[in-house]
């Protein structure tokens, strides 16, 4: 079955950095855009950063500059980065690996990130 499984989150002081990891499994990696959405306390799930099978990157703007998005198709990897740097207070949430094909659609469960002093 198809599993994407988050890692990385955690606390981390403001001008932090922290990378999270995405792992697939069950899906031709390769075929999917991948994205990672966030959702912190009282508020909607919100579009960080997505990446295309070809590699194409969009950021939403209040991570433009701070956060980069990647990839590694390789079989032995199958995984989605978010490097995020500069890290303030509002990044704090849950935040959602998602892998899209045509009209398939399927989510993790989520990592907390946490950034605070």
């Known amino acids: 079955q198809v599993q994407l499984v988050e890692s990385g989150g955690g606390l981390v002081q403001p001008g932090g950095s922290l990378r999270l990891s995405c792992a697939a499994s069950g899906i031709t990696f390769s075929f999917y855009s991948m994205g990672w959405y966030r959702q912190a306390p009282g508020k909607q799930r919100e579009l960080v950063a997505t990446?295309?099978?070809?590699?194409?990157?969009?950021?939403a703007d209040s991570v433009a500059g701070r956060f980069a998005i990647s990839r590694d198709n390789a079989k032995t990897k199958n995984t989605v980065y978010l490097q995020m740097n500069s890290l303030k207070p509002d990044d704090t949430g849950v935040y959602y690996c998602?892998?899209?094909?045509?009209?398939?659609?399927?989510w993790g469960k989520g990592t907390l990130v946490t950034v605070s002093s």
């Open positions: 990446i295309t099978s070809e590699g194409n990157t969009n950021y």
């Open positions: 998602n892998a899209k094909f045509v009209a398939l659609d399927y």
